[in-house]
């Protein structure tokens, strides 16, 4: 407990430190969206990731502050103090997020939506798309607030006629299916598989915690990469979204797997970082501590040698 308790003292002071809030921007899998939006994220019919993962490329006195907080606060004594418990492994476990860390989709969501609905007589521009698409998202879903239950079809149904102006149920079938497939999507990273492999074949589970619907096991399957994983924790299936500590709660379970053995990787910083952080796991910010998951191996596996290549722009590892 007196660990918990100084871990979680740690993280509120770094995030002082660091934390610009409210934290808006688009980042390098934001999904091709331009300019400053608002942080909010999930799965499924093209949802923009409104990614944090650009805010070091395009603040580095932020980043450089944060080097001189880590150092100052003692996150590496920390990971020292892992590592005389685990020996080489940190972490018995790493939970990835899907939509804008693991995947992102390959093209922007207007220009699907306004590219499929032509033929359906959509006529807003991509901008209007965007727009009423973003108004459309922001809004309350029930009481629960939980948007992706089961298929996810009728948010989605909601989400698309609102933003298009077209509740034609060919289109919105035509759009439902193209993102279950590998043409909407691609792998954020594509050295993902060999550190997973790794990862596992010395120890470390590894397990996806989204906010999405139930096409993600489709749509992991159609990407070739559900045998990367121990373990899916999905909001649909769960009944809980990120932040709701639940989802990681359930993740850590399924590995078999205390949450303090658990460290979290994800782009969004009230989802992802605050959500894991209060279940209890560690977190670390993609794009900010991490640019790649060949950055996350060397501080989960001690024996590993830090490759000083990896990482956005040839950086090496944020956390060291």
């Given at each position: ?18 934390t610009?809030?409210p934290?808006l ?7 091709g969206v ?21 805010v070091?490329?395009?603040e ?5 502050s ?16 892992r ?11 790493l939970?990835?997020?899907a939509?804008?860390?693991l ?7 207007a220009?699907?939506y306004?590219?499929i ?5 959509v006529?807003?521009s ?16 029930g ?5 992706y ?10 989400i ?9 149920s060919?289109?919105f ?15 954020c990273?594509?050295d993902?598989?060999k ?6 074949k ?6 996806v ?9 489709p ?12 373990a899916?924790?999905?909001s ?10 639940t ?6 379970e399924l590995?078999?797997v205390?949450?303090e ?14 959500g894991?952080?209060d279940a ?10 991490v640019?790649?998951f ?13 490759d000083?290549t990896?990482g956005?722009e ?5 956390l060291?």
């Amino acid at each position: 407990m007196a660990l918990m308790a100084t871990r979680t003292k740690l993280f509120r002071l770094l995030t002082t430190l660091t934390t610009k809030a409210p934290i808006l921007g688009s980042g390098s899998c934001s999904n091709g969206v331009k300019g400053p939006v608002r942080v909010d994220r999930g799965g499924g019919l093209g949802l923009t990731a409104y990614s944090t993962s650009a805010v070091a490329q395009q603040e580095p006195g932020v980043v450089g502050s944060r080097h001189m907080g880590l150092e100052i606060l003692g996150v590496k004594d920390y990971e020292d103090y892992r590592r005389s418990l685990y020996g080489e492994i940190t972490h018995k476990a790493l939970l990835v997020d899907a939509v804008g860390t693991l995947v992102v989709p390959s093209q922007p969501m207007a220009q699907i939506y306004r590219k499929i609905g032509e033929k359906y007589g959509v006529e807003y521009s991509e901008a209007e798309i965007l727009n009423r698409y973003r108004r459309a998202y922001e809004q309350p879903w029930g009481r629960s607030r939980l948007r992706y239950v089961n298929d996810g079809r009728p948010f989605w149904q909601y989400i698309v006629s609102s933003s298009t102006g077209c509740s034609d149920s060919q289109y919105f079938e035509e759009l439902y299916n193209y993102y279950t497939t590998n043409k909407a999507w691609h792998l954020c990273d594509p050295d993902a598989e060999k550190v997973f492999q790794a990862l596992r074949k010395a120890g470390v589970k590894v397990a996806v915690v989204s906010n999405f619907d139930t096409r993600l096991r489709p749509l992991l399957q159609a990407l070739n990469c559900e045998h990367w994983f121990d373990a899916v924790a999905v909001s649909a299936e769960v009944e809980a979204e990120k932040p709701n500590p639940t989802i990681f709660l359930k993740a850590c379970e399924l590995l078999g797997v205390k949450p303090e053995d658990a460290v979290h990787v994800g782009d969004d910083r009230r989802n992802d970082i605050w959500g894991a952080r209060d279940a209890g796991c560690d977190a670390w910010l993609w794009g900010s501590d991490v640019h790649s998951f060949k950055e996350s191996k060397p501080v989960l596996m001690s024996s590993t040698p830090i490759d000083k290549t990896c990482g956005s722009e040839g950086r090496g590892p944020s956390l060291k």
